[in-house]
């Protein structure tokens, strides 16, 4: 499978639940990336990694996990999350380099209830 | 503070004719700016891009202008075609250790009528 594949497409939970997102790249790229979508509101940079190392942490809450075991896997571990926390959670990769943008994979739909 | 904004929420263009959407950015230490393509259901797909030392990209029917001083890019697209209907993102990207920092505006949907 080639690009950048994320699971579960839509994922319900409740408030107490713990629960994760995966993404997987297939493109070489050495770069990830969680992006939140919220209605009527841009895509908002959580976090970012450039070769396994997070370099940045855009003031997100301690509810949210991020992992990166390799440079082909991303994961996102929700805990505790609150019903303002349901938006589209978009998965991207890049290669360190280059200016072509990020290959975003299809999102995650969660809804917190 | 948005760094990145896009101020049309929606735009309506007849089939055939200049789709233009516009871009206005607050911070000079952007270098490279992009323009993405969403349908519902799917991941932002990447479309055109410019670096800060240019003033226009041109791909097919796409064409980037990026005017420094103004601080603002437009896509154009000619002639529109049906299938170009979809949400537009405009992103300036900052390097950051190696990785991408792309900082997005809210969107513009972009509807092209028969």
């Known amino acids: 499978e080639t690009g950048v594949t994320q699971t579960p497409r839509h994922l319900v939970m409740g408030m107490t639940n713990k629960k994760s997102l995966k993404c997987e790249q297939h493109l070489g790229h050495n770069a990830m990336y969680w992006y939140k979508q919220s209605a009527k509101k841009p895509l908002e940079l959580m976090f970012v990694y450039s070769l396994e190392e997070r370099v940045e942490n855009n003031s997100v809450p301690s509810r949210f996990s991020p992992e990166c075991p390799n440079s082909s896997h991303l994961f996102l571990h929700l805990h505790t999350l609150q019903p303002e926390d349901s938006a589209l959670y978009l998965c991207?990769?890049?290669?360190?380099?280059?200016?072509?943008?990020?290959?975003f994979g299809s999102g995650t739909r969660l809804t917190v209830v | 503070d948005q760094q990145v904004k896009q101020n049309s929420p929606s735009l309506s263009v007849q089939e055939g004719r200049i789709s233009i959407l516009n871009c206005d950015y607050t911070?000079?230490?952007?270098?490279?700016f992009l323009w993405y393509k969403k349908y519902p259901a799917e991941g932002p797909t990447f479309l055109i891009s410019i670096s800060s030392i240019k003033d226009k990209n041109e791909d097919g029917r796409f064409t980037v202008f990026l005017n420094k001083s103004a601080k603002h890019l437009s896509l154009h697209i000619v002639p529109s075609q049906p299938g170009d209907s979809a949400v537009y993102f405009c992103?300036?990207?900052?390097?950051?250790?190696?990785?991408?920092?792309?900082?997005f505006g809210q969107g513009t949907r972009l509807t092209i009528n028969p």
């Open positions: 911070n000079s230490m952007f270098d490279y």
């Open positions: 991207a990769s890049s290669h360190s380099g280059t200016n072509y943008g990020y290959t």
């Open positions: 992103a300036a990207s900052a390097s950051i250790q190696g990785a991408q920092k792309l900082v």
